[in-house]
T-cell receptor, first 114, second 112 residues
Framework: GPKVLQIPSHQIIDMGQMVTLNCDPV?????FYWYKQILGQQMEFLVN????????KSKLFKDQFSVERPDGSYFTLKIQPTALEDSAVYFC????????????FGPGTRLLVL | GEQVEQLPSSLIVQEGASVLINCSYT??????FPWYKQEPGKRLQFIID?????ERKQTQRLTLLFDKKTKHLSLHITATQPGDSAIYFC???????????FGGGTRLTVRP
């Protein structure tokens, strides 16, 4: 099926630093998502994004988080500054439409904040 | 907000057996229920979905049943193979935002 790519696959950073997670969505998809999964816990929705705007975000999407997709390039999740509790696997997904449309997931970026 | 629960959390069967994975949700506004499979070290892979105006959907060895009244779904996998070994996730979303709320997953192991 359609493939979403994520770069990097792993990232280790010191608390307080900035990190940018990159997602290359499926080429004709218009809706983009980030989910977070802490080890041993359920995957949880962070944010979705369409037409240059955040459509919906959860309580997990703290003020230190931001998303953008400048000029059709990578869809990025930036965390600045990072905190210990940001350690998790972050999954990007994309879909053609919102609503009841299949979301295709990337392989995840494993982030460790020390 | 929406909560999704899955049972059992793990399942071990012999090749050829059928399995049933149960999923329940709490928000009556949820209308779309995609299921995903995650093999070890791989990405989530979409396997089947159902909308709230349907009661049943079948594709190859998968049958998904939906009961709107009880807010319950069940995924039936027949003739299991070792390649079916994975974690299976139920999820739910309402019509608007498309954010998915996931269950905790069911780890299926199929022994040859």
């Amino acid at each position: 099926g359609p493939k979403v790519l994520q770069i990097p696959s792993h990232q280790i950073i010191d608390m307080g630093q900035m990190v940018t997670l990159n997602c290359d969505p499926v080429s004709n998809h218009l809706y983009f998502y980030w989910y977070k999964q802490i080890l041993g816990q359920q995957m949880e929705f962070l944010v979705n994004f369409y037409n240059g705007k955040v459509m919906e975000k959860s309580k997990l999407f703290k003020d230190q988080f931001s998303v953008e997709r400048p000029d059709g390039s990578y869809f990025t999740l930036k965390i600045q500054p990072t905190a210990l509790e940001d350690s998790a696997v972050y999954f990007c997904a994309s879909s053609v439409r919102g609503g009841q449309d299949t979301q295709y997931f990337g392989p995840g970026t494993r982030l460790l904040v020390l | 907000g929406e909560q999704v629960e899955q049972l059992p959390s793990s399942l071990i069967v012999q090749e050829g057996a059928s399995v049933l994975i149960n999923c329940s949700y709490t928000d009556s506004a949820s209308v779309y229920f995609p299921w995903y499979k995650q093999e070890p070290g791989k990405r989530l892979q979409f396997i089947i979905d159902i909308r709230s105006n349907m009661e049943r959907k079948q594709t190859q060895r998968l049958t998904l049943l939906f009961d709107k009244k009880t807010k319950h779904l069940s995924l039936h996998i027949t003739a299991t193979q070792p390649g079916d070994s994975a974690i299976y996730f139920c999820s739910a979303s309402n019509n608007a935002g498309a954010k998915l709320t996931f269950g905790g997953g069911t780890r299926l192991t199929v022994r040859p």
